[in-house]
């Protein structure tokens, strides 16, 4: 399945650049370094939210990805990426995706997008990751996060059906629409048929990976996130959701991995959502989960700091009653 990813990203835009106003991490980075072998070693952890056995983009692996498909190594020449398809060659292909992944972890992100995609199709993987973590966490303005994700999810889109093809594509897809579809009024929601590709497009990436931690959580939050707009009633009668299917999801994903700062939060989030101030002591313990969790990346940095800003008001909301 993963083979396809070559064939999917070379549909996409190889147009875009790095913005160079993108602002610096905000975090010291020192624990962050994977240089080396490093990374190789640290892999399975910091992958853990993307599922089990995401494979490792060493020289092999780009070999493998040749091999089954000229037509990207095609287009992947064409993008100047310095890669022709020879096995030769592959080492050190490897070795600048590997930078690629490591300046995304470390946090910084204009540098990962730009190298990203000065690699061609394969590596527009990580150049978009660290493009939907900037948008996140770092964007200026609300307008400058909306342009970002929708950005990314222009490129899976050109994409069209093989998109299917990588669980990772297929996330950050549906991770942008959902994003958006939190902050944008619904009847732009409604028009851009949100509601209906949210829950379609994750059954279909639970469909190939039952067991990915970030899209457990995903599809939990986006279940509360309906009853939080529309109450339960109507969610339960025109979009099939239920505090019941938003528990089972949260709990399926902390079964995976209980250590990711994002599932403790969104699953805070989502408590207060659903039940109000009903379970307004198990959303703190969950908030206080995620700030006691030690980021191993950047990412995880920036998501431990938004749970502490989020238990902060929290706390303040509570010494006001």
Not at 249 to 259: C, E, I, L, M, V
Not at 301 to 321: D, I, M, N, P, Y
């Amino acid at each position: 399945m993963r083979h396809a990813l070559f064939a999917l990203l070379s549909l996409c835009s190889l147009g875009a650049v790095a913005d160079d106003n993108w602002k610096p991490f905000p975090h010291d980075q020192s624990a962050y370094d994977y240089s080396g072998d490093k990374l190789r070693q640290a892999w399975p952890q910091l992958t853990r939210g993307f599922g089990t056995q995401y494979p490792y983009p060493d020289a092999n692996w780009v070999v493998k990805m040749a091999k089954e498909n000229p037509q990207a190594v095609q287009m992947t020449v064409a993008a100047g990426s310095g890669f022709s398809g020879k096995p030769e060659e592959a080492e050190a292909y490897a070795a600048k995706l590997q930078d690629v992944w490591r300046s995304m972890f470390r946090g910084d992100f204009a540098k990962a997008k730009a190298d990203g995609l000065k690699l061609g199709v394969g590596g527009q993987v990580p150049a978009m990751f660290a493009q939907v973590i900037y948008a996140l966490f770092m964007a200026p303005d609300q307008a400058s996060k909306h342009q970002l994700l929708e950005e990314v999810i222009s490129y899976t889109d050109q994409a069209g059906e093989l998109v299917n093809a990588d669980p990772m594509a297929m996330f950050g897809r549906v991770y942008a629409k959902a994003r958006l579809g939190e902050e944008l009024p619904i009847a732009v929601v409604l028009k851009r048929g949100y509601t209906s590709q949210i829950p379609k497009e994750l059954d279909a990436l639970l469909a190939k990976q039952p067991r990915q931690p970030f899209a457990l959580a995903l599809y939990g939050g986006y279940e509360a996130g309906v009853i939080r707009k529309v109450g339960s009633l109507v969610g339960g009668m025109t979009y099939g959701v239920s505090s019941d299917k938003m528990e089972q999801y949260f709990d399926r994903s902390f079964k995976q991995a209980n250590n990711l700062p994002i599932g403790h939060y969104e699953y805070a989030n989502a408590l207060t959502y659903v039940y109000g101030d009903d379970e307004r002591d198990k959303a703190l313990k969950h908030l206080k989960l995620a700030t006691q969790i030690k980021p191993i990346n950047a990412m995880e940095a920036l998501e431990v700091a938004h749970a502490k800003k989020l238990l902060a008001g929290f706390e303040q909301s509570t010494a006001q009653r």
